[in-house]
């Protein structure tokens, strides 16, 4: 079964930046789909972003432009830069992993935007 786990998440002001990891096991990690989701209190889990195996990438309308996806095929790990974050960025932030029928989930990282 694919571990995911993601790291980097903390309490940054308004128009900070921070970014986050996601490491997954597995040695065809090349071969999955990443994104990254949020769910912020009260609220229904939402997708921010994607990055295909090969490399294409997709946002979310409200995150396009301040947050960029990556990844490191060689150390298992995709990245969330989040930049000009804003108080409704603010989140516990999740990593998934696809790849067929194969769908992991991280425990998640929180996020806390505020001054």
């Known amino acids: 079964q694919v571990q995911v786990v993601e790291s980097g998440g903390g309490l940054v002001q308004p128009g900070g930046s921070l970014r986050l990891s996601c490491a997954a096991s597995?040695?065809?990690?090349?071969?999955?789909?990443m994104n990254w989701y949020r769910q912020a209190p009260g609220k229904q889990r939402e997708w921010v972003a994607t990055?295909?195996?090969?490399?294409?990438?997709n946002y979310a309308v409200s995150v396009k432009g301040r947050f960029t996806i990556s990844r490191d095929n060689a150390k298992n790990t995709v990245f969330l830069q989040m930049n000009s974050l804003k108080p409704d960025d603010a989140a516990v932030y999740y990593c998934?992993?696809?790849?067929?029928?194969?769908?992991?989930w991280g425990q998640g990282t929180q996020v806390t935007v505020s001054s």
């Open positions: 597995g040695s065809i990690f090349s071969r999955y789909t």
């Open positions: 998934n992993a696809e790849y067929f029928q194969m769908n992991a």
């Open positions: 990055i295909t195996t090969g490399g294409v990438t």
